[in-house]
């Protein structure tokens, strides 16, 4: 089966238990100042879990679904090894409050619960012909007690004791998203390994000091990655084999003069990601979420100066992505912004970046103990205009440590440079 057959699957399974179908909102929050872009399915929902706006006026029910895009910046680092992602899609079912007849046989409009959500997640896995390994579910930890509800639907399942396992905080509790918001106790579904699916059980309000208030009304929100779930369906070594890349693959992989997979891997997210990015309107800059899709693509520029590819040749690869998902998110059709913007700013970097390297090699490269990094690498900077994240990333490339002290000599350096550039101003 294909993510597009999926996609599709999940949507009709809920739709016929009285969720209302609602698209992707944007991965630029409209009304959310308390995050900089979508991290997950919830997010466009905050404000029915909280009760300031009402489902069943805008939706005609208390269940809602959704295949969510999403971009999460804290594992940004990791993206090049078997698993981590900025970009990726996210599978949701949601109910908001009051809870009404919580029966996995009630397909009406209220809201539900523990017990659906558990029952038809299971029951949706195993019409996938998946096998779950086992489960988790919150333990208990400070003032938020053990979930023994969800605990006991499992066993009522099926499932013995071994394969119920219990996490704390930091494993089974999901969110808020941002400094404040929805959040409660999880329980989580291992399939071949992976987490694939996460239900959270809605219960809490925590407000910007970390309190935790109980909501007016509980509520349901689950995500389940839509890359994980292809990586287990069509049983490839990782998610990069899925079909979700798969033509992006084929495309670079004609393309690359010096075979490096996780370069390979850096391009497939960067890429997708900001194709996704800018098609939602988003230009790069040096601001919040505009610096976030500069960093991506000089990242972008940097590995695919280093696979030997043809910059002129990222027409392919963009169309590689717009062709396999625009069918099913049709802002990716203005094909002519998208490269333009894309193009635009890697022609520009890689320009800064040709000179910066030719330097770094001159400067730096092959002396692990320099003592005065921080001083070449802020010329650098300075003189080249070659950006201290991608300095950092070939430092670590080169096996050369960036230490705390480097760190804030650079930082020193810095500010000082700022003052001068200032006064020269005045
Ligand atoms: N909102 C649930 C999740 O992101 O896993």
């Known amino acids: 089966m294909k993510s597009e057959e999926i996609r599709k699957l999940f949507l009709e399974f809920f739709e016929k238990r009285g969720h209302k179908i609602i698209p992707s909102s944007s991965l630029i929050p409209y009304d959310d100042p308390s995050v900089l872009l979508t991290t997950a399915g919830m997010q466009q929902f905050k404000k029915y879990f909280t009760r300031e706006k009402d489902p069943n006026q805008d939706f005609g029910t208390q269940r809602t679904a959704s295949i969510q895009k999403c971009f999460r910046t804290t594992d940004i680092e990791e993206v090049g090894d078997e698993r981590h992602l900025t ?23 209220d809201g539900y619960f ?39 639907i499992w066993q009522e399942i099926g499932f013995p004791e071994n394969k119920i396992l219990k996490g704390g905080r930091e494993d089974n509790f999901w969110g808020p998203t941002g400094d404040e918001g929805p959040c409660g106790p999880t329980t989580e579904i291992y399939v071949d390994g992976l987490e694939i699916w996460n239900l959270v059980f809605n219960e809490y309000y925590q407000d910007k000091d970390g309190k935790l208030q109980k909501l007016q009304y509980p509520g349901v929100d689950t995500g389940m990655g839509l890359e994980r779930l292809m990586k287990v369906l069509q049983k490839t070594p990782t998610i990069f084999e899925t079909d979700l890349f798969m033509d992006l693959k084929n495309v670079l992989e004609k393309l690359i003069k010096h075979d490096d997979l996780r370069r390979e891997r850096i391009v497939f997210d960067h890429l997708r990601g900001s194709v996704f990015l800018v098609a939602d309107g988003l230009y790069p800059s040096n601001l919040e979420r505009g610096y976030i899709l500069r960093r991506i693509l000089r990242r972008l520029t940097l590995n695919l100066k280093f696979l030997g590819i043809d910059l002129e040749k990222i027409d392919d690869l963009l169309k590689a992505v717009i062709n396999k998902y625009s069918e099913f998110y049709p802002e990716l059709k203005n094909f002519s912004k998208i490269k333009e913007v894309i193009f635009g700013e890697i022609r520009i970097f890689e320009k800064t970046l040709t000179a910066g390297l030719k330097e770094f090699n001159r400067l730096i490269k092959g002396n692990e103990d320099d003592q005065s990094l921080a001083e070449k690498t802020f010329f650098l900077y300075t003189s080249y205009g070659l950006p201290l994240e991608i300095a950092k990333e070939l430092l670590r490339e080169n096996q050369i440590k960036w230490s705390e002290i480097s760190q804030q000599t650079f930082e020193e350096l810095f500010k000082k440079h700022q003052q001068i550039s200032r006064g020269n101003n005045k």
Do not use: C, H
């Not at 558990?118 to 979930?147: C, H, M, Q, R």
């Open 87 to 109: 970009f990726f899609e996210m599978l949701g079912n949601f109910s908001f409050g009051p809870i009404g007849n919580d029966d996995p046989q009630n397909f009406g409009t």
């Open 114 to 152: 523990k017990r659906s959500a558990i029952y038809w997640a299971y029951e949706f896995i195993k019409s996938l012909g998946l096998e779950i390994d086992y489960v988790t579910v919150f333990g208990g930890e400070n003032d938020v007690p053990f979930d023994e509800k969800s605990y006991k």
